[in-house]
């Protein structure tokens, strides 16, 4: 395992609702060259609770990064990433948008939002595990995160 900057495991939040896609990205995950911990919220609800230490997850972790999806139930991905950059205790939480839409309003409307990054989730299983593989080596890697207050 490398060094992350942090000095101890890399808290990731993943908000998606497609059991599958969680799956995949745990399974690539664990192949990751850093320590993390995954936390899944399903719907983007549960995501803002998570993130705001709400309810049942009073004691949850805050997260060095977001990994979104734009299409949930109950708030969309757009709703959450303009909430999180809208709170000054959240905002410095870099958002990976993670997404099916290859649409460009939702790539402009994303990075108008201060999404850090947008990324097509590929349709092929090993594409997906590549890319997910990819945002650990560059994110939790490469990238100095900044830490938790």
């Known amino acids: ?28 995950l664990k192949e990751g060259k850093v320590s993390n911990r995954l936390s899944v919220a399903r719907d983007g609800v549960e995501a803002l609770a998570f993130l705001r230490r709400e309810g049942p997850h009073a004691n949850a972790s805050r997260p060095d990064l977001i990994l979104l999806d734009l299409n949930l139930p109950k708030k969309d991905g757009r ?46 299983l090993e594409q997906f595990i590549a890319v997910v593989r990819s945002i650990d080596d560059f994110w939790l890697s490469v990238v100095r995160l900044p830490s938790a207050e």
Not at 3 to 14: Q, S
Not at 101 to 114: C, P, Q, V
């Open 79 to 124: 709703e959450v990433l303009a909430e999180i950059k809208e709170d000054s205790r959240l905002r410095r939480i870099p958002v990976v948008v993670l997404t099916t839409s290859k649409a460009e309003e939702d790539i402009l409307r994303t990075y108008d939002l201060h999404a850090n990054c947008y990324i097509t989730k590929p349709v092929d």
């Open 1 to 28: 395992m490398s060094d992350n900057t942090l000095g101890r495991p890399i808290e990731i939040l993943l908000v998606e609702d497609n059991p599958g896609d969680v799956r995949l990205t745990i399974e690539a």
